[in-house]
């Protein structure tokens, strides 16, 4: 399952690990009308004006640049407005078609404005998550994927002792979610936004239920 991550570097990489995986990559081609996007490595990109920038990850729209920005946070903040001001002028500044924003706890309401206002889109990527094991939203489209690897140990001639993957289990998101609604709307409470942790724990549920 998911295990505690604190280094950034690390969610920037394990993030274009997961953009890459097939089972996320239709969601971008669905969602984003991105059908062939490759997740690139960091790099510097020179812009118009005069100015060069890192770019966490990056990928090509056919011949359009669509640039990427991860922020990991280890708690429940959300991502500020400059923040998103500071993206929005970076992808106007090397001409990219458009950027998405990659956090782990979403955005505060400036910054969705500023997002929405510049066609900046938003993927949540959990803090725990890794390149074999993760949960990814897409909140504008309220849907969610995740993705679990079990592993077991190996032993081979030598005695040595390795982990394979086995089994990759993919839970109903979705509709679990939709049930927490349903529960809440049954006590009188009208809620739609659940965490990570409440909507896996509703999937699991389902899936042992059978």
């Avoid at 094991?133 to 002792?161: L, W």
Wanted: aromatic share 10%.
């Amino acid at each position: 399952m998911l295990e505690n991550q604190t280094d950034w570097r690390k969610y920037e990489e394990y993030t274009r690990a997961i953009l890459n995986d097939e089972r996320v990559k239709k969601y971008l081609e669905e969602h984003f009308n991105l059908p062939d996007l490759k997740i690139q490595s960091k790099e510097y990109f020179s812009g118009k004006s005069g100015t060069e920038w890192q770019i966490d990850a990056y990928g090509y729209d056919e011949n359009d640049l669509i640039l990427i920005e991860c922020k990991h946070y280890k708690n429940e903040a959300r991502v500020e407005q400059n923040i998103i001001a500071a993206f929005a002028y970076i992808i106007k500044d090397v001409r990219a078609k458009y950027g998405i924003i990659v956090t782990t706890s979403g955005l505060q309401s400036g910054a969705k404005k500023v997002a929405d206002a510049e066609n900046i889109r938003l993927i949540e990527v959990h803090q725990n998550s890794t390149d074999e094991n993760f949960f990814i939203r897409f909140p504008e489209h309220h849907q969610s994927v995740a993705v679990f690897t079990d592993k077991i140990e190996v032993v081979g001639s030598g005695c040595a002792i390795s982990q394979i993957p086995i089994r990759i289990q993919r839970y109903p998101l979705e509709e679990a979610r939709h049930k927490l609604i349903q529960k809440s709307l049954s006590q009188g409470i009208n809620r739609t936004d659940f965490s990570y942790e409440e909507i896996l724990e509703e999937a699991k549920k389902m899936m042992a239920e059978g």
